[in-house]
């Protein structure tokens, strides 16, 4: 299995209700897992993990992963996991949602990083994509309003994907994980009368 444009996964424990986000590296065929602390994952034969990889889309699989101490002082996690696919239980396309290009710039609230100013390359009842020049995380969460018919929503989204540009900008891909009441119909619109040139 290879991962062309992924950086971050959810590992599902026993109970695949319970899951943690990680950062991955993928190299060809080498998967890499990153960890804060030794306990966050155990060696496994078979365990659930969801990447999300901006080209393929959400790659449902069982991998065997081994837990080692990482001795490479360039990356800041003290725990790597190397991770085999055993089975691809199924791959979600990821951009099964209709998306219009805006261009708008916008203020966002990073749970780490604060007040960061972005501009909108394109948006879907699913998630959006913007570039910036802060550098942010995989996993972090985001904070906007919006207008898209005529409500103001207050949307929240998490970071699941990087992409990093030569002139020092970033694009990150984020999927929408709240959606306040009568937003995804709003979006919906607004998307609908974007693509065909009503608004």
Known sequence: MVLNNCTICSVYESDETVQKRLRVKCDGEEITLYMKRENELSDSEKIR???????IGCVRTYCEVIVRRN???SVKEPWIADCGVIEVIEIVEGRRNLRVNIGDEVLITS???????VEIQNISEGGL????????????????DYIFV??????RAIV?????????????????TELPKGAKRDIQQYVFRRQYGRM
């Open 49 to 55: 993990i969801d990447f999300y990889d901006g080209q």
């Open 71 to 73: 001795y490479d002082p």
């Open 111 to 117: 749970f780490q990083q604060g007040e960061v100013g």
């Open 129 to 144: 994509y913007f570039l910036t020049d802060t550098k942010l995380c995989c996993d972090d969460t985001i904070e906007f």
């Open 150 to 155: 005529e409500t103001k929503f207050r949307l």
């Open 160 to 176: 699941l994907r990087e992409e990093d540009f030569r002139n020092g900008r970033y694009g990150y891909g984020c999927e929408f």
